[in-house]
T-cell receptor, first 112, second 115 residues
């Protein structure tokens, strides 16, 4: 079972920041927070991951709360092509064959 | 970035026949490959994990004799759906990883329709 909970959907205006929340209250010390997204009828695309520090790359920023029980993915300037299902996943990167367990994700709709 | 391909992208077959789906890592050697299945409006479900040169590890509820996985090289894994039935119609997605715990790179998926 997925160890994360996300709202089912949200929308935002093109050009504005999209802030996607994720709760992972049972996360353990070895588990990283990963974000992937899936555009309709395509394979998932890696976005970003982190352990406890905030992370930023060319796609997004990941803000993890100090207690690590929740996080927020920020797309700073959403475009129509960012419309997708976004999956927040926790994974133990120290174990053998670390699986990605996908939950239902959050459907982001970017409106013109 | 790392590129993973799948072939075919779309396949239609008749009930009772077998279908083979290929997953290739194009620019890196994948020690571990994963196979997922996704039904319409549902999330991805892991079917099995395969390490190069070893037998695949199947998730609970996935029939290993029905979904044959071969990972004979570091760049190729195949999933064969044997004696396919309409309920096997789904979107099959593979991912590849440099190591067992490394980042997974996903293929574009294969849409299987069994008539």
């Amino acid at each position: 079972d997925a160890k994360t909970t996300q709202p089912p959907s949200m929308d935002c205006a093109e050009g504005r920041a999209a802030n996607l929340p994720c709760n992972h209250s049972t996360i353990s010390g070895n588990e990283y927070v990963y974000w992937y997204r899936q555009i309709h009828s395509q394979g998932p695309q890696y976005i970003i991951h982190g352990l406890k520090n905030n992370e930023t790359n060319e796609m997004a920023s990941l803000i993890i709360t100090e207690d690590r029980k929740s996080s927020t993915l920020i797309l700073p300037h959403a475009t129509l092509r960012d419309t997708a299902v976004y999956y927040c996943i926790v994974r133990d990167d120290t174990g053998a064959n670390s699986k990605l367990t996908f939950g239902k994700g959050i459907t982001l709709s970017v409106r013109p | 970035g790392a590129v993973v391909s799948q072939h075919p992208s779309r396949v239609i077959c008749k009930s009772g026949t077998s279908v083979k789906i290929e997953c290739r890592s194009l620019d890196f050697q994948a020690t571990t490959m994963f196979w997922y299945r996704q039904f319409p409006k549902k999330s991805l479900m892991l079917m099995a994990t395969s390490n190069e040169g070893s037998k695949a590890t199947y998730e609970q509820g996935v029939e290993k004799d029905k979904f044959l996985i071969n990972h004979a090289s570091l760049t190729l894994s195949t999933l064969t759906v044997t004696s396919a039935h309409p309920e096997d119609s789904s979107f099959y997605i593979c991912s590849a990883s440099l190591t067992a715990i490394g980042e997974q790179y996903f293929g574009p998926g294969t849409r299987l329709t069994v008539t």
